[in-house]
């Protein structure tokens, strides 16, 4: 079987995701390149892989986690679903069965919180990765006067931390934000939509999500 570290070489796949990525900096969004994909896929198997799933699991939320954002090189609108459409037709053409393949498609088709949810392990697995890659240097814009809520949120970002604690069944996303650029209330406000997506994404894995930033207990 076709593996995760055979699709990070894959040119076509890092094409994709790279040119998704010149889109979005020309349309001032957040870094969204092959180092993010990267994060995501690893954080994504580390979740499964403490939760003790299988290898397999483990190996099809890495290539869920690489490939999630390929649709952007489309559109950012509906990037989820146009991802999961190149995705198939790639993955097709690999020595993957016809259930690994959706696997890995109706995970990326659902990491959106605008019209996704997560709806297995995997699919959690990838939304909750994804979700917490929160860090300064995702800011593409390198002028502050100029940032938008989400640069701000990001920049704002100290320290970001996913913590898994298997005998409590919960996943903890820790936060530390430089309040004078971003209140805690305000990352609250701005990202509620994703933490609820987390929190039903641990709910699917059986676990419960947190949030602490800057020490309080947001959720």
Do not use: W
């Amino acid at each position: 079987m076709i593996g995760y570290k055979d699709i990070r070489k894959n040119e076509e796949i890092n094409a994709l995701i790279e040119k998704g990525n010149h889109v979005l900096y020309e349309l001032g969004y957040t870094e969204h390149s092959r180092k993010h994909a990267a994060k995501v896929a690893q954080r994504a198997g580390e979740i499964l892989e403490k939760l003790d799933y299988d290898k397999h699991s483990v190996e099809l939320a890495k290539i869920a986690g690489y490939m999630h954002d390929i649709g952007n090189c489309v559109n950012r609108n509906d990037h989820a679903h146009s991802g999961a459409i190149l995705a198939f037709q790639i993955l097709r053409g690999f020595d993957l069965s016809i259930d690994d393949v959706l696997t890995v498609v109706t995970a990326i088709g659902h990491h959106d919180e605008a019209t996704g949810t997560a709806v297995d392990a995997v699919s959690a697995a990838l939304i909750l990765a994804d979700k917490t890659d929160v860090r300064r240097n995702r800011v593409q814009n390198r002028n502050p006067a100029n940032f938008d809520i989400h640069d701000r949120v990001n920049y704002a970002a100290l320290k970001a931390t996913l913590e898994l604690k298997e005998e409590k069944k919960v996943i903890q996303m820790n936060l530390e934000l430089d309040d004078a650029i971003c209140t805690v209330m305000d990352y609250f406000e701005i990202f509620l939509e994703r933490m609820l997506m987390c929190r039903r994404a641990a709910e699917v894995l059986g676990c419960r999500f947190k949030l602490v930033a800057n020490g309080n207990k947001l959720c």
